[in-house]
């Protein structure tokens, strides 16, 4: 079974820019995260799609922070305008349903710096 | 608020001894529990959950522990192996109508040849 797929793996924007990321989840999984990990600490979750609804965005910054998930497959995130702050790994998770825990399944990340 | 810490930031031990990794949650209300693996450079891996009407569960090689009595939660891996090495976390989930983890920071498990 092919993983949740995440590109780009790395990304360096100056402050002010603005960067998406790209998450492929793995195929039949109906839900699908978002998460934020800053060095050092655990992932925190910004935004959680069931199909191509949200289900939960109470931690997405969403003055600057936006996530689609227009046809219930693939995901972007963007951030616009970036901030030094929002340097971290974010995460794509996907799992089969919004009420089994079981097969949730995170990418490798991408990488953002801000500088 | 919410919070799921660890007590000990870094463990160290040899390869060949038992690791323990513990962790501490907030909130009672928490009704499933996973561990996480997470190796440089990759997302977190799971190694073993436990919902909160069991007390104990058994993997390959690791064991998790819950006391509801004092929120916390251990993994026990036996026989540690270089592979091993890694920032381990604990995830906790609350139920209801979204599967949103809330993690604790992350121990760092260095195993010694």
């Given at each position: 079974?092919?993983?949740?797929?995440?590109?780009?793996?790395?990304?360096?924007?100056?402050?002010?820019?603005?960067?998406?990321?790209?998450?492929?989840?793995?195929?039949?999984?109906?839900?699908?995260?978002?998460?934020?990990q800053?060095?050092?600490?655990?992932?925190?979750?910004?935004i959680?799609?069931q199909?191509?609804?949200?289900?939960?965005?109470?931690?997405?910054?969403?003055?600057r922070?936006?996530?689609?998930?227009?046809?219930g497959?693939?995901?972007?995130?963007?951030?616009?305008?970036?901030?030094?702050?929002?340097?971290a790994?974010?995460?794509?998770?996907?799992?089969?349903?919004?009420?089994?825990?079981?097969?949730?399944?995170?990418?490798?990340?991408?990488?953002?710096?801000?500088v | 608020?919410?919070?799921?810490?660890?007590?000990?930031p870094?463990?160290?031990?040899q390869?060949?001894?038992?690791?323990?990794?513990?962790?501490?949650?907030s909130?009672?209300a928490?009704?499933?529990?996973i561990?996480?693996?997470?190796?440089?450079?990759?997302?977190?891996?799971?190694?073993?959950?436990?919902?909160?009407?069991?007390?104990?569960?058994?993997?390959?090689?690791?064991?998790?522990?819950?006391?509801?009595?004092?929120?916390?939660?251990?993994?026990?891996i036996?026989?540690?192996?270089?592979g091993?090495?890694?920032v381990?976390?604990?995830?906790?989930?609350?139920?209801g109508?979204?599967?949103?983890?809330?993690?604790?920071?992350?121990?760092?498990?260095?195993?010694?040849?």
């Amino acid at each position: 079974e092919a993983g949740v797929a995440q590109s780009p793996r790395y990304k360096i924007i100056e402050k002010r820019q603005s960067v998406a990321f790209w998450c492929n989840p793995i195929s039949g999984h109906a839900t699908l995260y978002w998460y934020q990990q800053i060095l050092g600490q655990g992932p925190k979750l910004l935004i959680q799609f069931q199909n191509n609804g949200v289900v939960d965005d109470s931690q997405l910054p969403k003055d600057r922070f936006s996530a689609e998930r227009l046809k219930g497959v693939d995901s972007t995130l963007k951030i616009q305008p970036a901030k030094l702050e929002d340097s971290a790994v974010y995460l794509c998770a996907s799992s089969p349903a919004a009420v089994s825990l079981r097969g949730y399944t995170f990418g490798s990340g991408t990488r953002l710096t801000v500088v | 608020g919410e919070s799921v810490g660890l007590h000990l930031p870094t463990l160290s031990v040899q390869e060949g001894d038992n690791s323990i990794i513990n962790c501490a949650y907030s909130n009672s209300a928490s009704d499933y529990f996973i561990w996480y693996k997470q190796e440089s450079g990759k997302g977190p891996q799971f190694i073993i959950d436990i919902r909160s009407n069991m007390d104990k569960r058994q993997g390959q090689r690791v064991t998790v522990l819950l006391n509801k009595t004092v929120k916390h939660l251990s993994l026990q891996i036996a026989a540690t192996q270089p592979g091993d090495s890694a920032v381990y976390f604990c995830a906790e989930n609350h139920g209801g109508a979204t599967n949103k983890l809330i993690f604790g920071t992350g121990t760092l498990l260095a195993v010694q040849p």
